[in-house]
């Protein structure tokens, strides 16, 4: 029977205790570690059993045991010390960013995204790019950045795992509700909801909007499930990464433009906009049409200053990750703002068109984002150099290594992931504020001054708590799954918590294998059960819910761990979230990792065991590939990539377990006097001192302010200058630039130098530049020159303006350029030319480019 109203009761907070409410829903909790002392205090029980949500605690307690805190001096002491450590830091003008910046008045940046993973308690993500996230938005508070983030609050969030006798993987998708979760419904001045519309093909959509506090940073959330919308529309926010590709346009719209939308309803006018993977392009879509509307712009005017405000982090290394819709989705949803743009469908469609005009291509949403940004970056080193690859055809002409995709190498928040035993000697060893100055090297030098055996106690006592806490989880799946008593009691004795523990932790994706060691059982099993010297191996993950591949491969690690021989050594641990990723990066030994290079776009599962002290063992991929040193951990391979992915899995397996037999076990087995493996904690200190510094979000967001966000603000307030003078300017450049340019070539190229140039000799280049019509000013010609390699490349060129000499010939101009002759070996050079306008946010932005051909070049010996 249905009810007809429907009503919540909560337990009424003494006065005493209203200030757990100030807690609760200040996401700051979730990386406190004496909030989260304080809530545990409250009911310990409760606290594990509502998930970990002080909401949902603090509106299940009894209303005797209120009371009861409530005469607690003692406990109102901790409140009280609790609430002045967050009053204090909200309050703090002492942030990195107002020391560097000054006490900014607005927000500079919007962050985007699809997801967001804060805390186990407000499930609105998936996996990696929901953590970045969510670990961005932490650091951004940390260093007093003016940052607000925007999602979508779902329903149902992402699946909770569970899996059958057999280990396949079923899904669950229990329902959210937002009322006893740490986040709270937008109300306007006069009480009634902030709602926002959106036009979906013409069917109108109202936003309810939330907000999430993390610490100094908003994160505003929309909401489609709300009475007046038709059911098909609610449930466009009602499961994250649900239905089909239609689903998926419509939450990228919401997202985009409903997200834009919502700032505006807030009163907030951001400068920056950061779109974190392209499920948030349209965003750039609508701040189009708003210049439009609002400064009378045209298309291409408004293009220029979109662009030159918005930042794009891709995560993807494979074009089949990205999302593309039909020609015809793109015209169902989007013919309205095509009209105010002034744009034919085509034209519209070009926008996220790799070769525009082909007119069977779909729309991509990565090369939108490309389009409206002036900072394009992958989230390691590796991975923006295969995205430079992957998308050359827009940057026809242009060198792969100088196509404007940077690297801002992905971090993790340390004090999220760090156990609170490590916090206390980071705390004690490190110095106050530590946290905030994650990314100065300085801090973690002083690490050294931690004594080993405190060190290794501290990270004996989390291995076996792991241990306690799979105990309880591998017995607690068992009887779910309808297991007998003595498989029950056999699991409550599993693993060792004195042996050596391997974490394998991620979603179960072909590429990243998961399977990889378990390809020769035999030689596993003498590795696993080395009399004296265990090791026991801890897996973790989900599959998509579609992925049957990934649901294959948690099958076969279940039924390998049900094998007599590896039942005590071999684990899966059911619905991997944060609080199971807590225990085992806070708790194992060594973090594995074997995705097949080049796949795996960064990966930071392995830095938050990096910050616990665990050691990481790794295919040189992602950030493994610019972090790996020796003596911080281990390599699988070279960084060799192969054709055969079948002989590729055979070698490195065979590598991985070399690795583990010959170095890895040794050398934690071989003990001191005090028992304390020395040579192991050697590595541990030299990966804590080099690596801590580099891979946390606090160092990641510094990068994003200095090298992104402020340089970007700093170019739309150039180009917003004097009513939009510049980006009409330049706007109405490039369109000339753009038709004249098939006109623009190398006519001659002479170059004056001997057969055998001398170290400290010269070249002399000149290059004749027929400009058609074009101005010299719009062009300038560079000398591209570097070593030869094998005859043919050209190694490491370096790229040397040529000057406007003065002489003409019509339309052809004459350019020089001497070039000093600083090493020896073979070398070459040509001439090519690139569009030059002093507002142009970097060389190739028009992707317009003119090489010499060899046939229009001239050389003869220079004078003796």
Same mark, same amino acid.
């Given at each position: 029977?249905?009810?007809?109203?429907?009503?919540?009761?909560?337990?009424?907070?003494?006065?005493?205790?209203?200030?757990?409410?100030?807690?609760?829903?200040?996401?700051?909790?979730?990386?406190?570690?004496?909030?989260?002392?304080?809530?545990?205090?409250?009911?310990?029980?409760?606290?594990?059993?509502?998930?970990?949500?002080?909401?949902?605690?603090?509106?299940?307690?009894?209303?005797? +045991?209120?009371?009861?805190?409530?005469?607690?001096?003692?406990?109102?002491?901790?409140?009280?010390?609790?609430?002045?450590?967050?009053?204090?830091?909200?309050?703090?003008?002492?942030?990195?960013?107002?020391?560097?910046?000054?006490?900014?008045?607005?927000?500079?940046?919007?962050?985007?995204?699809?997801?967001?993973?804060?805390?186990?308690?407000?499930?609105?993500?998936?996996?990696?790019?929901?953590?970045?996230?969510?670990?961005?938005?932490?650091?951004?508070?940390?260093?007093?950045?003016?940052?607000?983030?925007?999602?979508?609050?779902?329903?149902?969030?992402?699946?909770?795992?569970?899996?059958?006798?057999?280990?396949?993987?079923?899904?669950?998708?229990?329902?959210?509700?937002?009322?006893?979760?740490?986040?709270?419904?937008?109300?306007?001045?006069?009480?009634?909801?902030?709602?926002?519309?959106?036009?979906?093909?013409?069917?109108?959509?109202?936003?309810?909007?939330?907000?999430?506090? /993390?610490?100094?940073?908003?994160?505003?959330?929309?909401?489609?499930?709300?009475?007046?919308?038709?059911?098909?529309?609610?449930?466009?926010?009602?499961?994250?990464?649900?239905?089909?590709?239609?689903?998926?346009?419509?939450?990228?719209?919401?997202?985009?433009?409903?997200?834009?939308?919502?700032?505006?309803?807030?009163?907030?006018?951001?400068?920056?906009?950061?779109?974190?993977?392209?499920?948030?392009?349209?965003?750039?879509?609508?701040?189009?049409?708003?210049?439009?509307?609002?400064?009378?712009?045209?298309?291409?005017?408004?293009?220029?200053?979109?662009?030159?405000?918005?930042?794009?982090?891709?995560?993807?290394?494979?074009?089949?990750?990205?999302?593309?819709?039909?020609?015809?989705?793109?015209?169902?949803?989007?013919?309205?703002?095509?009209?105010?743009?002034?744009?034919?469908?085509?034209?519209?469609?070009?926008?996220?068109?790799?070769?525009?005009?082909?007119?069977?291509?779909?729309?991509?949403?990565?090369?939108?984002?490309?389009?409206?940004?002036?900072?394009?970056?992958?989230?390691?080193?590796?991975?923006?150099?295969?995205?430079?690859?992957?998308?050359?055809?827009?940057?026809?002409?242009?060198?792969?290594?100088?196509?404007?995709?940077?690297?801002?190498?992905?971090?993790?928040?340390?004090?999220?992931?760090?156990?609170?035993?490590?916090?206390?000697?980071?705390?004690?060893?490190?110095?106050?504020?530590?946290?905030?100055?994650?990314?100065?090297?300085?801090?973690?030098?002083?690490?050294?001054?931690?004594?080993?055996?405190?060190?290794?106690?501290?990270?004996? +006592?989390?291995?076996?708590?792991?241990?306690?806490?799979?105990?309880?989880?591998?017995?607690?799946?068992?009887?779910?799954?309808?297991?007998?008593?003595?498989?029950?009691?056999?699991?409550?004795?599993?693993?060792?918590?004195?042996?050596?523990?391997?974490?394998?932790?991620?979603?179960?994706?072909?590429?990243?294998?998961?399977?990889?060691?378990?390809?020769?059982?035999?030689?596993?099993?003498?590795?696993?059960?080395?009399?004296?010297?265990?090791?026991?191996?801890?897996?973790?993950?989900?599959?998509?819910?579609?992925?049957?591949?990934?649901?294959?491969?948690?099958?076969?690690?279940?039924?390998?761990?049900?094998?007599?021989?590896?039942?005590?050594?071999?684990?899966?641990?059911?619905?991997?979230?944060?609080?199971?990723?807590?225990?085992?990066?806070?708790?194992?030994?060594?973090?594995?990792?074997?995705?097949?290079?080049?796949?795996?776009?960064?990966?930071?599962?392995?830095?938050?065991?990096?910050?616990?002290?665990?050691?990481?063992?790794?295919?040189?991929?992602?950030?493994?590939?610019?972090?790996?040193?020796?003596?911080?951990?281990?390599?699988?391979?070279?960084?060799?990539?192969?054709?055969?992915?079948?002989?590729?899995?055979?070698?490195?397996?065979?590598?991985?377990?070399?690795?583990?037999?010959?170095?890895?076990?040794?050398?934690?087995?071989?003990?001191?006097?005090?028992?304390?493996?020395?040579?192991?904690?050697?590595?541990?200190?030299?990966?804590?001192?080099?690596?801590?510094?580099?891979?946390?979000?606090?160092?990641?967001?510094?990068?994003?302010?200095?090298?992104?966000?402020?340089?970007?603000?700093?170019?739309?307030?150039?180009?917003?200058?004097?009513?939009?003078?510049?980006?009409?300017?330049?706007?109405?450049?490039?369109?000339?630039?753009?038709?004249?340019?098939?006109?623009?070539?190398?006519?001659?190229?002479?170059?004056?130098?001997?057969?055998?140039?001398?170290?400290?000799?010269?070249?002399?280049?000149?290059?004749?530049?027929?400009?058609?019509?074009?101005?010299?000013?719009?062009?300038?010609?560079?000398?591209?020159?570097?070593?030869?390699?094998?005859?043919?490349?050209?190694?490491?060129?370096?790229?040397?303006?040529?000057?406007?000499?003065?002489?003409?010939?019509?339309?052809?101009?004459?350019?020089?350029?001497?070039?000093?002759?600083?090493?020896?070996?073979?070398?070459?050079?040509?001439?090519?030319?690139?569009?030059?306008? /002093?507002?142009?946010?970097?060389?190739?932005?028009?992707?317009?480019?003119?090489?010499?051909?060899?046939?229009?070049?001239?050389?003869?010996?220079?004078?003796?």
């Amino acid at each position: 029977m249905r009810p007809v109203k429907t009503f919540l009761v909560r337990p009424a907070l003494p006065e005493r205790l209203k200030t757990l409410e100030e807690l609760a829903y200040n996401l700051r909790w979730s990386w406190d570690h004496e909030t989260i002392n304080l809530f545990r205090r409250l009911d310990r029980q409760l606290w594990e059993g509502s998930g970990h949500n002080p909401v949902l605690m603090l509106g299940s307690m009894a209303q005797e +045991r209120l009371q009861e805190l409530a005469q607690d001096d003692a406990f109102f002491a901790h409140l009280d010390a609790v609430v002045a450590g967050l009053r204090d830091y909200m309050a703090s003008p002492r942030t990195w960013y107002q020391k560097q910046y000054g006490t900014p008045s607005r927000p500079l940046v919007a962050y985007f995204s699809l997801e967001f993973g804060l805390t186990e308690s407000l499930p609105i993500y998936s996996g990696g790019l929901g953590i970045l996230a969510g670990d961005h938005l932490k650091s951004a508070s940390e260093l007093g950045v003016p940052l607000i983030g925007v999602g979508l609050l779902y329903q149902k969030g992402y699946f909770r795992q569970y899996l059958t006798s057999d280990g396949w993987q079923q899904e669950r998708h229990p329902s959210n509700d937002f009322s006893v979760m740490p986040l709270r419904p937008v109300y306007a001045d006069d009480g009634t909801p902030v709602r926002v519309r959106v036009e979906l093909a013409g069917r109108p959509l109202l936003l309810r909007l939330w907000n999430a506090q /993390v610490g100094r940073v908003t994160l505003v959330l929309l909401d489609a499930n709300i009475p007046g919308n038709p059911p098909d529309l609610q449930d466009i926010t009602g499961q994250l990464y649900g239905g089909d590709s239609d689903m998926r346009i419509r939450q990228e719209i919401v997202l985009g433009v409903g997200g834009i939308r919502a700032l505006h309803a807030l009163g907030l006018r951001p400068r920056v906009f950061h779109m974190n993977e392209g499920h948030c392009a349209f965003l750039g879509i609508e701040r189009i049409r708003q210049l439009i509307l609002e400064e009378r712009v045209s298309f291409r005017e408004a293009l220029e200053i979109v662009a030159a405000s918005g930042i794009f982090t891709t995560h993807t290394p494979v074009p089949a990750g990205i999302d593309v819709f039909s020609p015809d989705q793109i015209e169902h949803y989007f013919a309205s703002f095509r009209e105010t743009f002034g744009l034919s469908r085509e034209e519209f469609l070009d926008l996220g068109r790799a070769q525009p005009g082909r007119s069977d291509e779909f729309f991509n949403m990565a090369v939108l984002a490309i389009r409206t940004a002036s900072m394009v970056n992958g989230v390691s080193r590796l991975h923006a150099r295969i995205s430079r690859a992957m998308w050359r055809n827009l940057w026809p002409g242009v060198p792969t290594d100088e196509i404007p995709i940077a690297h801002v190498t992905n971090g993790v928040h340390p004090q999220s992931w760090i156990s609170n035993e490590m916090r206390h000697i980071y705390d004690s060893y490190l110095g106050p504020g530590w946290a905030e100055l994650a990314g100065d090297t300085r801090v973690w030098r002083r690490s050294a001054q931690v004594p080993t055996d405190e060190l290794w106690r501290t990270h004996e +006592r989390r291995r076996e708590r792991l241990v306690r806490f799979t105990r309880r989880r591998l017995a607690l799946q068992l009887r779910l799954r309808g297991a007998s008593v003595p498989e029950v009691a056999e699991a409550e004795q599993t693993l060792d918590p004195k042996a050596l523990t391997i974490g394998f932790g991620r979603r179960f994706a072909t590429y990243k294998r998961a399977t990889l060691m378990l390809r020769d059982p035999v030689r596993l099993e003498r590795i696993l059960n080395a009399p004296g010297r265990p090791v026991q191996i801890l897996f973790a993950g989900k599959a998509h819910p579609a992925d049957e591949p990934g649901k294959e491969l948690i099958r076969q690690v279940v039924q390998i761990a049900r094998r007599p021989e590896f039942r005590r050594r071999i684990v899966f641990l059911e619905n991997y979230d944060q609080s199971v990723a807590r225990y085992l990066v806070q708790g194992v030994d060594v973090w594995l990792n074997t995705p097949r290079r080049p796949l795996e776009a960064s990966g930071t599962s392995g830095m938050k065991a990096l910050f616990n002290g665990a050691l990481n063992i790794s295919i040189l991929d992602g950030w493994w590939d610019e972090a790996y040193t020796p003596g911080t951990g281990w390599a699988i391979g070279q960084g060799e990539e192969y054709e055969d992915d079948e002989y590729r899995d055979r070698v490195e397996a065979g590598a991985l377990l070399d690795l583990l037999e010959n170095e890895v076990v040794p050398l934690f087995y071989q003990r001191g006097p005090d028992n304390v493996p020395p040579g192991w904690m050697a590595l541990m200190r030299t990966a804590i001192t080099t690596l801590c510094p580099v891979f946390n979000t606090n160092r990641m967001v510094h990068e994003y302010v200095v090298n992104g966000y402020l340089r970007a603000d700093e170019r739309r307030a150039r180009l917003e200058e004097d009513n939009f003078r510049r980006a009409r300017e330049l706007a109405r450049w490039k369109e000339r630039v753009r038709k004249g340019w098939r006109d623009v070539q190398v006519a001659r190229v002479e170059i004056a130098l001997a057969d055998h140039t001398r170290v400290g000799g010269e070249v002399d280049v000149r290059a004749w530049v027929r400009t058609g019509t074009l101005a010299a000013a719009d062009v300038v010609p560079q000398v591209y020159l570097g070593k030869l390699h094998e005859g043919r490349d050209l190694v490491e060129p370096e790229i040397v303006p040529m000057e406007n000499q003065g002489a003409t010939e019509g339309d052809v101009v004459l350019f020089r350029a001497v070039i000093p002759c600083r090493t020896s070996g073979t070398h070459g050079l040509t001439v090519r030319v690139v569009p030059h306008h /002093v507002d142009l946010g970097q060389p190739h932005e028009t992707g317009l480019i003119t090489w010499a051909s060899s046939s229009g070049a001239d050389t003869s010996a220079a004078d003796a």
